[in-house]
């Protein structure tokens, strides 16, 4: 699988961090916000400060730190404001806001934090619906990763009706047009996972990619309703979706332990409830790729109705092929028409 010819895209945003001391504060970067805001996703364990991240010498530069923040949250369950303390601090940019674009090329050039055999940390890459913001739940929620474009009420097994919060059903509010589908789909150029278990030992037995391991993941809903794989199984003949061709040999495969969550908000209908799927796959790293610079690239292709195409999503590193998810096979599991509408709206990066 050859990489696309460079020569056919236009450069739209670029950043080479060549001038030391920029700073990411709310409003102070034309292009990058750094957070300064609690994470209280997926058990985050620390807060997102701009103060840890810095340009210097030609490289921007992401720290974690083992310091302590104090400060205001909401408690869940009462809803009343009080103080919490976390122990460690890092930072995530995002171009929320800031940028956008529709198909094309996206590639950084990227060492990897920390040690390759020491977990803990979770570096990633990726691309957000842009009607979404990460950690900002009560903009994912109900939104993140759905593509439907299609108000599907009536149908109790697939009904769209209250469950993608901003839908294809009737939304004449907020300044938002009338049935016109929105959501969040996710693209994730990389999520890393370090740690000490190889191939074919412990949670990774029945694979041949080990710790450590970049996953390469589109993230859409609603998913497949049914006849899925078990996590941590190989899926049986049409379990799972067609279109998916992996590098040679053993370092790419697909990612058969997570296929996505089964999503239920407390309250909810049983209509409410719906799979956000991964459709992913993980490539093994090794030390080198902590220890020097590496480029991590995805090509977005949109789906074409004049040439007969559902578009692709492929990934490299370093030109090295790793995954392509073919538009046919979303569109053959019924997210037809919902991914080709989707496709047509922005997403903003976020490293």
Not at 192 to 207: C, E, I, K
Not at 230 to 251: K, S, V
Not at 329 to 345: C, D, F
Request: some cysteine; charged content about 20%; aromatic content about 14%.
């Amino acid at each position: 699988m050859n990489p696309s010819n460079f020569n056919n895209y236009e450069l739209v945003f670029s950043d080479e961090f060549n001038q030391d001391g920029r700073s990411f504060q709310d409003g102070a970067d034309p292009k990058w916000t750094a957070l300064d805001k609690n994470d209280y996703t997926n058990g985050a364990l620390h807060y997102y400060t701009p103060n840890n991240v810095k340009t210097e010498n030609g490289a921007l530069i992401i720290e974690t730190k083992a310091e302590d923040t104090t400060f205001v949250g909401v408690n869940d369950k009462t809803l009343d404001s009080q103080m919490y303390q976390k122990h460690f601090t890092s930072s995530m940019l995002q171009t929320w806001n800031k940028f956008c674009f529709t198909g094309g090329i996206v590639e950084a050039e990227i060492q990897l934090p920390g040690k390759h055999n020491v977990a803990g940390l979770w570096p990633a890459f990726w691309l957000l619906g842009n009607i979404a913001r990460h950690t900002y739940v009560g903009s994912t929620s109900h939104v993140w990763p759905w593509s439907s474009n299609e108000c599907m009420d009536g149908d109790s097994s697939r009904s769209a009706q209250g469950r993608q919060k901003i839908s294809g059903c009737s939304n004449a509010h907020y300044g938002m047009e009338d049935r016109f589908g929105r959501g969040a789909p996710e693209i994730d150029i990389f999520e890393v996972q370090a740690g000490p278990t190889p191939r074919n030992q412990g949670s990774f037995w029945q694979t041949s990619v080990g710790q450590p391991f970049a996953s390469t993941s589109f993230q859409v809903a609603p998913g497949k309703p049914e006849n899925r794989p078990a996590m941590g199984n190989w899926p049986d003949t049409d379990q799972w979706y067609d279109g998916l061709t992996g590098g040679e040999g053993p370092n790419s495969v697909l990612n058969t332990l997570f296929y996505g969550d089964y999503n239920h908000f407390k309250g909810d209908a049983s209509t409410k409830d719906y799979w956000s799927d991964a459709i992913s796959y993980n490539h093994q790293l090794n030390k080198r790729h902590f220890k020097g610079k590496f480029r991590y690239r995805v090509e977005w292709e949109l789906p074409d109705e004049g040439k007969g195409t559902d578009g692709y999503i492929r990934w490299y590193i370093n030109d090295q092929f790793l995954l392509e998810i073919d538009g046919s096979g979303i569109v053959g599991a019924g997210l037809g028409e919902s991914y080709r509408v989707t496709s047509e709206r922005s997403e903003r990066a976020t490293d």
